[in-house]
């Protein structure tokens, strides 16, 4: 059986954004084809559409039937089979090794049945590691066999996924870390972004790119010109007020910048080094400089930023829509309509630039100028 799925419809500048409630999923049409898939929705026929659109674009009649034929199969979905969360894998009797983890006042034991756990969580959180203690107000069990990995909390199946999907499980992961260390359920949150967040105590911005670009090395180069590193890789953004909030876990640094931050940062050159084979790439990992994990702070801008040898300072304002067909890929967006609407409406009132740098200077004077309005 067939039907047609809820969306919501946002036009920006000459473009509509139109997010599809089942699939949670976002696309980038011409206006054109959203107020068609706008009219089908509000339960218009064939003919309707036909004379409307009719009225705003000069095109044959078969050629316009056609259109409207294919775009309804945008919003017609066969009735769709549930995901269920898989049942927990046997839990060893013994764990490897207990460690624990303090964020402002919340310590976190997390128990590990293996090495393998260990490297998919410990390396960005080992500078949270404290001793041993009697009281701790979360227990988190990671496990796994030779096809599958499970996260309990306090005993609770959070979920099972392949190894294959392993990144799924990071996710969710640090997902659980956000929940707890400030108090919001996963419906109370607008997304998650693959970006680095600074503030300058006011506001923050999120730096976003490919990997390799130097979103990491930038954040490093600016939280030692008296900015404050929020979050890296991992930028929850809530959906109440908009907001970036921290997130606790160490910068990663790759093996070519460690020229340029080892005579800020000195003690990444004894810091354990770290190679992912999936990932393709070795990195160390540099604590934060900031000690208060409870901030947030809205969002000033979204920079696309890369460093590019001998490119000097490039940095221009560039279009919504081509930061949004950047920015979508590598998020997680709430899959809630009410939070959907409101990643819209915040997104669409966001300045977003290309930040193309070579001299590190330049481009610590050019993010301050975007702070503070000079740019």
């Known amino acids: ?5 809820s969306m919501i419809i946002k036009n920006i500048e000459h473009k509509s954004i139109v997010w599809f409630e089942d699939s949670n999923e976002y696309m980038v049409v011409e206006p054109v084809i959203g107020e068609i898939l706008s009219l089908l929705e509000q339960g218009s026929t064939k003919e309707t559409v036909k004379k409307v659109i009719s009225k705003k674009i000069d095109i044959p009649e078969s050629e316009l039937s056609n259109l409207i034929d294919d775009v309804s199969l945008l919003i017609q979905n066969s009735n769709l089979e549930t995901n269920t969360i898989l049942d927990s894998i046997k839990e060893p009797a013994n764990f490897l090794r207990s460690i624990f983890y303090k964020v402002n006042d919340i310590v976190f034991k997390i128990d590990f049945a ?15 590691e404290i001793s041993p203690l009697e009281t701790f107000n979360n227990h988190f069990k990671v496990f796994s066999n030779d096809r599958f990995i499970s996260f309990l909390i306090d005993n609770e199946n959070i979920g099972t996924w392949n190894l294959d999907e392993v990144h799924y499980f990071q996710g969710k992961f640090s997902m659980k870390i956000v929940e707890i260390m400030h108090q919001k359920l996963e419906h109370k949150w607008m997304g998650v ?19 390799g670009n ?24 809530d959906a109440e007020n908009q907001e970036v909030f921290s997130f ?30 999936r990932l393709n790439k070795i990195v160390r990992y540099l604590p934060p400089r900031n000690s208060d994990y409870t901030q947030h702070l809205p969002c000033k801008s979204l920079v696309f930023i890369k460093y590019e ?12 829509i081509t930061a949004f067909e950047q920015l979508i890929p590598d998020s997680w967006l709430s899959p809630i309509k009410e939070n959907a609407e409101t990643f819209l409406q915040w997104f669409s009132g966001l300045n977003c630039y290309q930040l193309t740098y070579s001299d590190n200077t330049k481009m610590i004077s050019t ?6 309005n000079e740019l």
């Open 1 to 5: 059986m067939l039907f047609l799925q």
């Open 114 to 128: 293996s090495e393998y756990e260990l490297s998919l969580v410990h390396p960005k959180f080992a500078h949270l």
């Open 193 to 211: 972004f693959h970006a680095s967040a600074i503030s300058n105590g006011k506001e923050s911005m999120l730096f976003l790119g490919d990997s």
């Open 214 to 237: 130097g979103k990491s090395t930038s954040l490093a180069l600016l939280q030692a010109n008296s900015f404050t590193c929020l979050a890296d890789d991992f930028v929850p953004i």
């Open 248 to 277: 606790p876990s160490a910068i990663s640094i790759k093996k070519n910048s460690l020229e340029t931050l080892l005579p800020i940062y000195p003690e990444l050159k004894t810091s354990a080094e770290y190679h992912f084979k």
């Open 309 to 320: 040898k001998d490119s000097g300072m490039k940095c221009k304002k560039i279009s919504n």
């Open 367 to 372: 993010v301050s100028k975007i702070f503070t």
